[in-house]
């Protein structure tokens, strides 16, 4: 029997209460199970086009966001909680506009440049629909506009051979699937399987109304006193911090069934949403952490013999806007295979970091589409990555 790391970096975030699921796709699993090949109807062996066991491997295919029509995203609870107070003003006057029309055409042409760069180093981008984000839309429970396809890591998450669509957390992405099911389908056809999560209500019982984050004081209290999780939760006192949520965990993890173990992480961290700018698993035994936000199970990995390496201080100016993130998306890194790392060409302190790991730098500029609140690690999804099932714990 082995096992592989999958560290989709992200959280399930979300201020939702925990009887509901509200997952968002990245998560720290450990796979434990001997590769399977699926069957067609006439019981013959087909191979999936969608294939990735780490975050390693080498790169065959890769989904890139597009920042073509994004929508700010109103300023509700959910978006409260995981946003900073300061850019709050700038959702209330924007909410269900259009991002700055000059900003997104730079973010355009700096994500053209980086599937460029991608196609360069001989990996096949796909990209998403270009979807119309700006109507109003209701379901029985809620009325939202939508916001963007820009991060398709929030969304899908490849194990195996499989690939998972994710219930969003936001009611502003609720219909983010729709940028992905031309793809989804093509996918499908050629032998992938192919599973939707259930998606959650998102009426108001599923947010928790009194969550305390109105002022920039009660959130530091709240993360000095508590163990914020972000891939994952688990009950403090019996208070579930109501920026992650279980039934997601639970959902996902009967979902991959005994084969698989799903390792729950906790990080002190005041705003946690995605743990890829918090901690990035980029080779087997090796992960960049934030040294702002420690890992309370640091222990586990040490144990098994993996490096963690702190990750330096991002270079980002004061002045550049981050609507949706901390600067911290310098180590929102993507490996092309276990020595080549595509990261931001002005990081040069991350640069050098990886260069000392004996990781040679594909440096590329999407500073622009930062602004939407991803790194390149947020902006894609591997869709195909050459590798086998392998034991790191
Ligand atoms: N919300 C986190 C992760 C972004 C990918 C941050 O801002 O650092």
Redesign the pocket.
Known sequence: MKRALLTYGSVIQLQARQNVIASRSKLVVAVQATRKQHADTAGQKIKSPVCSYNEWDPLDEVIVGRPENACVPPLTHEVKA?TSHQQWEFFRKFGGQFFPQEHVKKAVSQIEEMCNVLRHEGVTVRRPDIVDWSKTYETPDFKSKGMYAAMPRDILIVIGEEIIEAPMAWRSRFFEYRAYRSLMKEYFQAGAKWTTAPKPLMSDELYDQNYPMEYVKDRHNLASEGHFKQCCATSHKKKLWKVTNLFGIEWMARHLGPDYNVHLLQFKDS?P??I???FNAVGPGLVIVNPDRPCLQSEMFNKAGWKLVKAPKPMVPDDHPLWM??K??SM?VLMLDERRVMVCKHEIPTIRMFESLGIKAIPVDIRFANSL???FH?WTTDVRRRGVLESYF
């Open positions: 995981i705003k949403m995605h890829d700018a918090t993130s901390s911290w998306l929102n609140g991803g790194g947020c």
